[in-house]
């Protein structure tokens, strides 16, 4: 615990006492293990080893109720739930959950019942114990005060259901929704299962952060050699204390001016709080994330000191590992024997992966979806969120067009705010409204920061409108011209299907013309295995930075922000605005040509099973939206475009009644997620509903397709234990929305889901069967 107080420090708004509560706790938690029962269960007796049924937290509190009589009581409880909330909630709605939380399973027990329940313990394992504890505190500086004669046994039950009962008298009902008492105590239950998870895990805290005091100093450096400077807004970044918002155009060095604010607050908050900030580079694409990884590993000169937060970890330290030279894919031979260096690789995957979950990096690049689950509290999350108490956080390209989803994360910046955290966001094109959203849930303190009036920026793209569908004849033959003439294409469908059938029948032409290597289709809904090739092909041929090649590339919104590419044309139907221009962001990315050719091609409006008659563009995007950026495009078909010129058509787009509406949006869901999750006016109440709720926001869902079960299996049974086994397995996956679970079955035996379906390892999920003679099209509506 003092290695977890160092890295955090003392955290706003919660009592001087808290992190003595979390030492006494931590000291404390685990000390009922003590019972016959508990060790028999375990096998640590010479019986049969059987479930025992009691749980050892409840007589842990006959400890804390014993030793800490020195304390006052309600400092006492506060310790005392920590302790009884490591690992169950204490209540829960009217629905029981599958485990019974704590005050439904001991609440009516007499004290007879506690010493019945708790009985026997070997009374001289409980004298040695107390001894420990207290030789152990006076070591720790905390004062342990056991009574002078030996503890029995049915001494220690009694005095845990006294305390018990306190604990039902103190949390047993709802706190007032603005009583901080439900932040502390979500943060102190989250500081002692933090602790738990890195004894068990025995993983010590990294103490260093790759972001070191001299990363200004070697960024001048390397801009000196190419014969640059800081820009005004990279040294105003760095010489910002507090929060931020950064609107700078691409290619401007927005990474490096986070970097450098991000390593000022660390230093301001160590000086304010005596901890070790942590630093979250937060992007909204998986693909985007793996990217960034490799590239703050360059700029700061690490290879394992940064952490990957999502769900997909493991996968992305394994492929790292075998590509930084560890041969072989891991396969079975005919012996059985797997290739080592394949298996070592996975060893240092899983390691990798348990590392950030166990919260030991000090820069960690993930998702906001994955902090956000702190909100979820209890005793699985709950240390997430003292983990971001007094942090670091940027927010990279911060989407404004999903009200849903913004106003969660804004809900959270809040919230993060308030505990001491320090957030920056930063784009290219943040709209006015975003930039107003955002500063309330900072509550006004944030500085803007900006290109100086006049600053000369990059103009890299020429719009053109066409009021052809892109899926129609003479969009695609002007495709074909395109390359035919040598140059690299993008073409951004907005749904699968539309993606498809041009990539179908543009591929010939341009393997004739180009090679067969120089033509790719991406979108979603891939085997990860196959993904994984398709985007090498693609990076190694695209890539920004890179010699330019022609080619054709393919795909949906999956390609917006997921890779580093740099091509010479753009073809795209309309959408939002936004993700229209995150698609033009790849195109002439590094202004290395004249203003390249951005194409937008109008949709086809169609309405949604279920959507009560309301318009979609291409079935994926809200129509009113689409024709508001539809109509600015048209007004400035032929011109050249730059992102402060996106910028007025956002801010444009945001004043219209839509817009309006949508900030009510975003502060209707924002409210809505601050209510449901973060007001904690029942702190250790089970919140399995509430995480049902919290998935369905954010997660899709997985499987396999019918005729890979076989071979899944098989690699799930040869790995060398069952998390390497599901880790290679995990390639055969295919993403899929939530809702489509209704067109596939769950194997229990394999723990996976499983669909019956046409694929291609190129064109990907082709048609999902969900009965005879009736198909579902990816596409249709996404």
Not at 295 to 323: C, F, M, P, Q
Not at 564 to 577: E, G, N, P, R
Not at 601 to 615: D, E, I, K
């Amino acid at each position: 615990m003092e290695d977890i107080r160092d890295r955090i420090g003392d955290i706003p708004g919660t009592p001087s006492q808290f992190w003595t509560w979390a030492t006494l706790a931590a000291l404390l938690h685990d000390t009922g293990k003590l019972s016959d029962g508990f060790q028999r269960m375990i096998g640590n007796t010479n019986q049969r080893a059987i479930v025992w049924g009691e749980r050892h937290e409840v007589l842990s509190l006959g400890f804390v109720d014993l030793l800490l009589t020195g304390v006052p009581p309600q400092e006492r409880l506060w310790v005392a739930a920590a302790v009884a909330g490591h690992h169950r909630a204490f209540t829960c709605g009217l629905e029981l959950p599958r485990r019974p939380p704590l005050f439904n399973q001991y609440g009516q027990d007499q004290a007879e019942d506690f010493t019945a329940k708790f009985s026997p313990a070997d009374q001289t394992r409980l004298n040695d114990l107390v001894k420990w504890l207290r030789a152990t505190a006076r070591r720790l500086h905390l004062l342990l005060h056991p009574p002078r004669r030996p503890i029995t046994v049915a001494e220690l039950a009694e005095a845990a259901h006294r305390l018990f009962t306190a604990l039902m008298d103190r949390w047993e009902t709802s706190l007032p929704p603005d009583d901080p008492d439900g932040t502390t105590a979500v943060l102190l239950l989250g500081a002692v299962t933090m602790a738990d998870h890195l004894s068990s895990a025995h993983s010590p805290l990294a103490t260093t952060n790759p972001l070191t005091a001299d990363y200004p100093s070697r960024l001048t450096s390397a801009l000196a050699t190419k014969g640059s400077v800081l820009r005004p807004q990279q040294q105003q970044a760095a010489e910002t204390t507090g929060n931020l918002l950064l609107r700078s155009w691409t290619g401007s060095g927005k990474t490096e001016a986070a970097l450098l604010w991000a390593l000022r607050q660390i230093q301001d908050l160590k000086e304010r709080t005596g901890g070790n900030a942590r630093v979250f580079y937060l992007l909204p694409y998986l693909a985007s994330i793996n990217a960034m990884t490799d590239r703050l590993d360059e700029a700061l000169g690490t290879t394992d000191g940064i952490g990957v937060a999502h769900s997909k970890a493991a996968s992305y330290h394994l492929a790292r590992s075998l590509a930084d030279g560890c041969p072989g894919d891991g396969t079975v031979d005919a012996t059985g024997t797997q290739n080592r260096a394949a298996a070592a690789g996975k060893a240092r995957a899983r390691a990798r992966a348990e590392a950030t979950k166990n919260f030991k990096e000090l820069l960690r690049i993930g998702t906001p979806y994955q902090l956000l689950r702190g909100a979820l509290a209890g005793p699985v999350h709950s240390s997430i969120l003292t983990d971001t108490a007094n942090s670091v956080l940027v927010l990279d390209e911060l989407h404004a067009y999903d009200p849903r989803r913004l106003g969660m994360i804004l809900a959270m910046t809040r919230f993060w705010h308030r505990i001491g955290g320090r957030v920056a966001v930063t784009s290219a094109t943040m709209p006015r409204a975003l930039e107003k959203l955002v500063s309330q849930a900072l509550e006004g303190q944030v500085t803007l920061v900006e290109a100086p009036p006049g600053t000369w920026a990059p103009v890299r793209h020429r719009l053109h409108i066409r009021r052809s569908h892109l899926t129609d004849d003479p969009s695609r033959a002007e495709i074909r011209d395109h390359l035919g003439s040598g140059r690299s294409v993008l073409v951004v469908a907005n749904n699968v299907r539309d993606a498809i059938s041009l990539y179908e029948d543009l591929r010939p032409f341009c393997g004739r013309a180009h090679g067969e290597d120089s033509a790719y289709l991406l979108h979603s809904r891939y085997r990860r295995m196959d993904r994984t090739a398709i985007e090498t092909g693609i990076v190694d041929r695209f890539a920004a930075g890179k010699p330019r090649r022609p080619g054709l590339l393919v795909g949906t919104q999956a390609l917006e922000v997921s890779l580093d590419l740099d091509l010479d044309v753009c073809h795209t139907s309309a959408a939002d605005l936004e993700p229209l221009i995150q698609r033009f962001g790849r195109i002439n990315r590094l202004a290395a040509l004249p203003p390249a050719p951005v194409a937008v091609h109008q949709p086809a409006y169609v309405t949604r099973r279920s959507s009560g008659g309301t318009l979609w563009a291409d079935g994926v995007y809200e129509a009113e939206p689409t024709q508001l950026a539809w109509d600015i495009l048209t007004r400035h078909d032929g011109q050249t475009i730059s992102e402060s010129t996106v910028t007025e058509w956002l801010d444009e787009i945001y004043r219209s009644p839509w817009g309006q509406h949508w900030e009510q949006q975003v502060a209707h869901h924002g409210a809505s997620f601050e209510d449901a999750f973060l007001n904690f006016t029942l702190p250790f109440d089970d919140r399995s509903d509430l995480t049902r709720r919290f998935d369905e926001h954010f997660n899709g869902t997985e499987a396999i397709l019918a005729t890979d079960r076989d071979q899944y299996q098989q690699t799930l049974q040869h790995g060398p234990d069952r998390a390497t086994g599901r880790l290679d397995a995990d390639q055969y996956l295919i993403p899929l929305p939530a809702w489509s679970k209704a067109q596939s079955h769950y194997d229990t035996s394999l723990q996976v889901r499983i669909i019956d379906a046409d694929y291609d390892p190129h064109f990907g999920l082709l048609a999902i069967r969900r009965e005879p003679r009736q198909t579902y099209r990816p596409g249709e509506v996404l």
